[in-house]
């Protein structure tokens, strides 16, 4: 028999339930999904926006949009219409009811439970197609699919439910242990985005500065050749700081510490064409922008939320 068995709604950011039916079977094939449903609400973010994965007897069907995923399990017969249609309902109900800020401010796991009522109603109805006939328009729905076909995610790609990863399935048990390609960083802050643009103004006063000491150069005032090389290797410290503040890389905290010497050692050959507080600007920035670097750490082990 045809049937959605159960449906979560999951945070994509960090793979938080915010909602879930309550009403899970206890046999063996859905604990096995149970855990696939684990597995995939860790990746959220590194997956398209609509997938399906097939268990055997069962299939994960999900859609993501706005920082929220809706997840289903259906039997493997079930058709891929009425799966997608039914959690496009939810996303239309959830962000009707929810607002984002609440989503991305929520800190407990579950703390929408209250829209199981409105899951176990629609996946009734859903579950009944004869009710369905007459209350939703499934022509958009199919043309939709057949134009964009949700992402199979395979068995490989995923890794076992018994802990054996893939390239695709990472181990979140220590930064040391995660490709650099796939570790996300902690969200940023309002200070850190502070910092990132203070970082990019100096790294453009540096540029202009290199700039008219390269012209100075050319009309002969005797303009030292390694001012030029001092400004222009300031710009490049701050992009790169800002690099190291956006992105995750090996060695990351050393190599903002390192990146900041420079800044101090460029500022203080320039220290006959700068004022005390240009050079006290420049130097405050690269320092601040190194604490948010230090700050924002690459996020460990998803919290296992018993999705």
């Known amino acids: 028999m045809s049937m959605i068995l159960s449906a979560s709604v999951i945070r994509v950011r960090d793979g938080l339930p ?41 299939n994960i069907n999900f859609i993501s949009s706005m920082g929220v995923s809706y997840m289903m399990l ?10 997608f249609s039914f959690l496009d309902e939810l996303q239309k109900e959830f962000i009707t009811t929810y607002n984002m800020m609440k989503t991305n401010t929520a ?7 209250e829209f199981d009522n ?16 007459t209350k939703i328009n499934l022509s958009d729905m199919q043309m939709e699919i057949k134009l964009r076909p949700p992402y199979q995610i395979s068995m490989g790609e995923l890794g076992s439910a018994n802990g054996v990863t893939s390239a695709f399935s990472v181990d979140y048990k220590g930064a040391g242990k995660i490709s650099s390609a796939h570790q996300r960083l902690e969200p940023t802050t309002l200070s850190g985005i502070v910092a990132f643009i203070l970082s990019l103004l100096c ?20 303009e030292d050749f390694n001012y030029i090389v001092a400004f222009f290797l300031g710009t490049a410290a701050c992009l790169y700081q800002c690099y190291l503040f956006v992105y995750y890389t090996g060695w990351r905290n050393v190599k903002s510490f390192l990146t900041f010497g420079l800044i101090c050692l460029c500022n203080m050959y320039l220290y006959e064409l700068r004022n005390l ?21 690459a996020q460990g082990k998803a919290p296992d939320y018993d999705v």
């Open 74 to 83: 259906c039997t493997e017969n079930y058709p891929n219409v009425l799966a």
């Open 203 to 222: 790294a453009a006063l540096n540029l202009i500065r290199g700039f008219h000491a390269i012209e100075s150069l050319l009309q002969s005032d005797g």
């Open 18 to 58: 915010l909602s879930a039916s309550t009403d899970y079977e206890q046999g063996t094939g859905m604990q096995e999904c149970r855990k696939y449903f684990k597995m995939l609400s860790r990746k959220l973010a590194q997956l398209p926006d609509r997938c399906t994965l097939k268990t055997g007897h069962y």
């Open 277 to 297: 507080w240009q050079l006290f600007f420049h130097v405050t920035v690269g320092a601040f922008v190194t604490l948010q670097i230090w700050l924002r750490q």
């Open 118 to 133: 409105f899951i176990q109603r629609t996946k009734q109805r859903y579950n009944n197609p004869r009710s369905l006939s």
């Open 107 to 113: 800190v407990r796991p579950y703390c929408f439970i």
